[in-house]
């Protein structure tokens, strides 16, 4: 029999292989991976190991033993190029074919790229990779032990931040550059942008708005600044890109597996159980866009946590389960000293009618809810712990609290 192969090197990937393992599937597993790294997890890559404090073992949800021990063969520095699904086979790079059983594409995403002139100088930098997270890493602490240094961050969503709270956290000149008027307003609103925005600032962020880059200057080979749209221009050691990622479905698209439109979110089109237009090809994380029982309509995550649960889901699909994707979105983010939980989806800007506050904006703990039509869509805990739960029950019971019951929330 051919194996099940997974293609990808991330979180899903590997919780798809345990989960085949897990369901007590004894047939060969093949994972293909274009890094040269078993699967791995990506947000420790903005944060504590960004920093320095996190050993490298804890972006691996899976250790190299475990894939030895469970007989899943990993073939990493190996890029699929081509998938022929009525051949139920893959063409690798060097020429090689794979042919599979079944599949799981789970390629993740590729960073939007900034269509500047200056972005190959030395210094600047895109943030996806574990790779990439070790070479920032280097130039950051090194700047710090030094006691100097200036890095600029184009973009202002969770990555942009994240990166931006890191540098800032070790000392560093942090100068944060957003086309929006608030950070973060595309995903949660200008309020919560504005809540996001007072924390940089306070922590001595620097932060642009309504502004872009047009080029990137350099001496040497090396990036000294970065030239805005407003005329601004910004000195730069370090210069970080984040502005956005588009999942990786050339390798389905090129197959013929449908798509959805851009206007739903772009991605892989799935049903419940995470299988493509193709009965033996399957969907997971970044790439996959999967129908929404609640919201009624396909959502397209990139999430820590769409990874890990739409990879054990997949697995399990893999095996012969027809149980429907349920999962509500959730992500989380560590900032300063400011921790946060979300679940649920708004479609920002006009997605919801209103944001209300339970608890205390200024002592930054608090949970906010937002509302659409009198429902709660979703809802964020700051620095309030073991609320996600009662935050979900909330949002899947469609009722429609009133604000007094929400401000009461926090008690």
């Known amino acids: 029999m051919n194996p099940f192969v997974l293609v990808g090197g991330g979180l899903a990937t590997a919780r798809a292989a345990e989960a085949l393992r897990t369901e007590g599937f004894d047939g060969d597993v ?29 972006v691996f949800p899976l250790d190299e033993a475990w894939y030895r021990e469970h007989a899943v063969s990993v073939r990493t520095n190996e890029t699929v190029v081509g998938l022929n699904p009525a051949a139920h086979s893959l063409t690798l ?10 599949l799981l594409l789970a390629p993740g995403s590729t960073p939007r790229p900034l269509d500047v002139i200056g972005t190959d100088l030395g210094g600047v930098h895109y943030l996806r990779t574990l790779d ?10 090194e700047a710090s032990l030094e006691g100097v240094g200036r890095v600029a961050v184009v ?14 956290s070790l000392g560093l000149d942090v100068t944060v550059v957003g086309r929006g008027s608030h950070p973060l307003g595309r ?6 942008g504005d809540f996001y925005a007072g924390i940089h600032t306070e922590h001595g962020v620097r932060l642009l708005s309504r502004t872009t880059v047009t080029r990137m200057r350099g001496a040497d080979g090396r990036v000294t600044g970065v030239d805005l749209s407003d005329g601004t221009h ?29 206007s739903l979110g772009g991605g892989i089109a799935v049903d419940g159980t995470l299988v493509t237009s193709h009965p033996d090809i399957f969907a997971a994380g970044d790439v996959a866009s999967v129908p929404s029982l609640h919201y009624g309509r396909p959502l397209r995550v990139e999430h820590w946590a769409t990874a890990q ?23 989380y983010s560590d900032q300063f000293e400011v921790g946060m939980e979300y679940t649920g989806w708004v479609d920002v800007p006009g997605g919801y009618d209103e944001v209300v506050v339970s608890g205390s904006v200024d002592s930054r ?30 949002i899947r019971s469609r009722r429609k609290p009133a604000r007094e019951e929400l401000e009461a929330f926090v008690s």
């Open 30 to 58: 093949v994972v293909v991976t274009s890094e040269p790294h078993h699967p791995y997890e990506r947000p420790p890559l903005s944060k504590d190991y960004l920093r320095g404090e996190a050993e490298r073992d804890a």
């Open 93 to 102: 790079s060097d020429g090689a074919t794979l042919p599979f059983a079944k």
């Open 132 to 141: 990439d997270s070790d070479r920032i890493s280097s130039m950051l602490l």
């Open 155 to 168: 973009g202002d969503g969770w990555i942009g931040l994240e990166v931006a709270a890191s540098a800032r």
């Open 187 to 192: 995903v949660l609103g200008p309020e919560m």
């Open 234 to 262: 910004v000195g730069a050691d370090v210069v970080v890109i984040g502005v956005g990622a588009s999942p990786n479905i050339g390798l389905a698209e090129a197959a013929g597996l449908d798509l959805r439109p851009a």
């Open 309 to 331: 649960d739409s990879g054990t889901h997949a697995g399990r699909a893999m095996l012969g389960s027809t149980d429907p994707y349920d999962k509500l979105p959730y992500f």
């Open 365 to 394: 703990e608090l949970v906010a809810f937002w509302q659409l039509d009198g429902q709660v869509v979703a809802g964020m805990a700051v620095n309030v712990w073991e609320q996600m739960e009662r935050v979900e029950e909330l």
